[in-house]
């Protein structure tokens, strides 16, 4: 099992940048493919971007048009998520996610099965 807990999110302006955090509790992320969702309020929650086991391979949405950046530490304890050049379009609140023996890609699939945390905040004004 893993616990996750989101951080970093805030208010911030439109051109803006902020780095979210996914910490591991219980166990590390070892062995575990990793990805960041977000749902916005009135919308159904979509994938942003995931990394493997071993950070050797990632995979993003075509929505964020180059602008994100999924990385996790050499500890695999943390997993995350730099965010450039922020549009009020990117408002929502964001989930990290965690799935035992899946590749980057698998994680585009959202899944309740998957351990989840609770999300942190991104609002962008214009």
């Known amino acids: 099992q893993v616990k996750l807990l989101e951080t970093g999110g805030g208010l911030v302006h439109t051109g803006d940048s902020l780095r979210l955090s996914c910490v591991a509790s219980g166990r590390t992320f070892s062995n575990y493919a990793v990805g960041w969702s977000r749902q916005a309020t009135g919308k159904e929650r979509e994938f942003v971007a995931s990394?493997?086991?071993?950070?050797?391979?990632?995979y993003y949405a075509e929505s964020i048009k180059g602008r994100f950046t999924i990385s996790r530490d050499n500890a695999e304890t943390t997993v995350y998520l730099q965010m450039n050049n922020l549009s009020p379009e990117d408002t929502a609140v964001y989930y990290c996610?965690?799935?035992?023996?899946?590749?980057?890609?698998?994680?585009?699939?959202?899944?309740?099965?998957?351990?989840w945390g609770q999300g942190t905040q991104v609002t962008v004004s214009s």
């Open positions: 990394i493997s086991w071993n950070g050797y391979a990632t």
């Open positions: 996610a965690a799935r035992p023996g899946a590749n980057a890609q698998a994680m585009d699939v959202l899944s309740a099965d998957d351990y």
